[in-house]
């Protein structure tokens, strides 16, 4: 038997009216109608069940039948930040940091970038992390960002204990002290980093780390990096 379909809502409430995007998917893709059971979301790390009570033109009613603590959420607080990339290969670095277990995905902007930003895109990006959230079965959606300049983006690191910069003209990874709790990972664009961003990147307290001997594409470098802290801080095994 299938596991129940999951939605995120702004609010639990005894009864859920589920509107909007989430409503048409689950309508007109998924065919939900009276007495299918499916699970509700908040961000608070609980899940919903819920059945569908009444189906409306534009929404579907839900009575909540109970709760319970999510269980696949990361204990290891991770922040990934990653240069824009082009074409459709940021949304695929945000739903495979989704699906790893990144609380938190920030975009950022650098020398060497070449795609641009945009409100529909950021808004697509969010969108993507949302359906890997569901897919993936989390509780919550990791907050997703665009940062102006490499400046900011390292900034917003500023209260994360081990920070690493992915760097691809370093021969080798330098020392670093594995100190537990939250990680920043820092991966670029395709253009890669200039020796002042790497300097400035040293100077907020990250540590420059190597990717091993060949050059990776930068989506590949990214969930490269996220797996081996991910597998470092014990979320894969």
Not at 57 to 67: D, I, S, T, W
Not at 90 to 108: D, H
Not at 122 to 140: G, I, S, Y
Not at 211 to 219: Q, S, T
Request: hydrophobic share 40%; net charge neutral; glycine share 8%.
């Amino acid at each position: 038997m299938a596991a129940p379909k999951r939605f995120f809502v702004e609010k639990i409430a005894e009864e859920v009216r589920l509107e909007g995007e989430e409503f048409r998917h689950a309508r007109n893709v998924l065919r939900l109608g009276v007495g299918d059971e499916v699970t509700l979301l908040d961000g608070s790390g609980k899940e919903y069940a819920a059945i569908v009570a009444r189906a409306e033109r534009n929404a579907l009613l839900l009575h909540v039948a109970g709760e319970k603590p999510a269980d696949r959420e990361p204990r290891a607080d991770v922040y990934l930040l990653i240069g824009a990339l082009k074409g459709d290969k940021t949304e695929l670095v945000v739903q495979k940091a989704t699906e790893l277990g990144a609380n938190r995905i920030g975009v950022f902007f650098s020398r060497y970038s070449s795609a641009y930003p945009s409100e529909n895109k950021l808004e697509r990006l969010r969108r993507v992390a949302r359906e890997a959230a569901k897919q993936c079965l989390r509780a919550r959606v990791p907050e997703v960002e665009y940062f102006g300049d490499l400046a900011s983006a390292l900034n917003s690191a500023e209260n994360y204990k081990n920070k690493l910069f992915a760097c691809e003209f370093l021969e080798r990874s330098e020392q670093t002290s594995d100190t537990g709790g939250s990680y920043c990972l820092v991966v670029g664009s395709e253009g890669g980093f200039s020796e002042e961003e790497f300097a400035l990147a040293r100077s907020c307290g990250f540590a420059g780390v190597s990717l091993g001997k060949r050059i990776l594409r930068a989506e590949t470098a990214a969930i490269a990096l996220l797996s081996v802290v991910m597998a470092r801080a014990g979320e894969l095994g």
